[in-house]
Structure formats: C-alpha cells, structure tokens
C-alpha cells in the first residue's frame, strides 16, 4: 500500500491553512458562548433601519438551532444560509484540498457561475423573505 505524504511545500501550506482557519473557529466558538450567555446577538443595521429582513437576518439564531439539532426552528431563522451551508463546506473542504496540493490556483469557471447563482438565488431570497407569501 502506498503511501502519500505531503511534501514540505505542502505541509506549509497546510499549516498556513489551520493559522488562518482556527482563529476564525475560536471567534465563532467565542460568539456561540457569548450568545448562549446573554441571549444577546449581533444586531442588523439593515433591518434597523428599513425594518426589511437582509440576507443575513437569523444566522445567529439559525446557528444556535442547529447546535441544539433543531432543524425546523434553524429553517424558519435562515432558510437560504441553512440550505447553503453543504455546499459552503464542501467548497471550503475542496478549495482547501486544492490548495495544499497545488498552491494558489486560478479560480475554475464552475466555481464563478456557482458564485453568480448564489448572488442571485440570494437576492431572490431576500425579496421574498420580505413579502406576505413567505411563510418560513
């Protein structure tokens, strides 16, 4: 059986990766402690100000419905950022696999038009979200 280690070059890429990632996990983890702590979250200025819901709107209480495993209740906070959330982590999963193999690489076309779909699939979201007919 074959064996497949990284190369030197690899193994620093990959370090830069978790240098990079584990301080954003820290400030998540340190987010859902706060907000499990004081119930307090962070405010949407958007909403504040048009009393619209924006794209973002829920995530926080979205996330805290998911680490209880209450799929309905983190549905009803963010539908769009929830359904989205395999793909994210799959793109993160390859994005990062790709780039501790081969370094910093030219973005393929799939990943740009899935990045449009996503805008506009966002945008759609967010008028609809605002209207009578959602019922999430």
Not at 54 to 65: E, N, V
Not at 127 to 135: D, G, L, Q
């Amino acid at each position: 059986m074959k064996k497949h280690s990284l190369s030197a070059e690899q193994q620093q890429r990959l370090k830069s990766l978790i240098k990079k990632t584990l301080p954003i996990l820290a400030l998540l983890v340190g987010y859902y402690i706060f907000v499990r702590l004081t119930g307090l979250g962070i405010p949407c200025p958007f909403y504040s100000l048009t009393g619209k819901q924006c794209p973002g709107c829920g995530i926080s209480r979205m996330f805290m419905a998911l680490m209880r495993f209450d799929l309905a209740a983190a549905a009803s906070y963010n539908l769009f950022v929830l359904c989205l959330l395999p793909f994210g982590l799959f793109l993160f999963i390859y994005k990062s696999i790709v780039y501790i193999r081969k370094g910093a690489t030219k973005t393929p076309m799939w990943e740009n038009v899935f990045y449009i779909v996503v805008f506009v699939l966002c945008v759609i979201f967010t008028i609809w979200r605002n209207t009578p007919s959602y019922i999430f």
